[in-house]
């Protein structure tokens, strides 16, 4: 298995956190290598993105079902390959720091899985991690120029 948790400080109150967080259009352009994203229901969505672990570049697609939305503190989410045989879990959690600051957590892991494990594996030990900081960078910069504007 192979996981990754960032966090970030956020200039804003954790229901404006809350409020973008809990759409996924509004996130989930911001996995690197985002192509598409369709949501299915409130709680499934499938995302293509392309995934760079060094020598391979990847279209995955993606399975996401969340599995909990408990506002305004989270939102956790399985995570299933439906090209690529992995499977995975991770979560957007809000701390609350004061009424204007909030404390944003993204986890992300990703297992191989099948025949191609034993090589996939090894690679995901460094792009899990990477993935988990810049789409919690991403978000936060997102949120940032929606309230504060741009610049």
Not at 65 to 90: A, H, M, R, Y
Not at 131 to 139: D, F, G, I, R
């Amino acid at each position: 298995m192979a996981s990754g948790v960032h966090s970030v400080n956020i200039p804003l109150s954790i229901e404006k956190v809350w409020n973008f967080v809990s759409v996924i259009d509004n996130w989930a352009p911001l996995v690197p290598g985002y192509i598409a994203h369709t949501v299915i229901t409130k709680n499934q969505s499938t995302w293509e993105f392309i995934s760079d672990l060094g020598l391979i570049k990847k279209k995955i697609k993606l399975l996401v079902d969340i599995t909990e939305w408990s506002g305004p503190e989270k939102v956790t989410f399985q995570l299933l390959g439906t090209n690529e045989n992995f499977k995975g879990s991770g979560y957007f959690r809000a701390e609350m720091i004061d009424e204007n600051r909030t404390k944003m957590i993204g986890y992300l892991d990703i297992t191989a899985k099948g025949m191609k494990a034993p090589m996939a594996n090894p690679l995901l030990k460094s792009y899990v991690p990477e993935t988990a900081k810049a789409l919690s960078e991403a978000v936060a910069v997102k949120l940032l120029e929606i309230h504060h504007g741009k610049g």
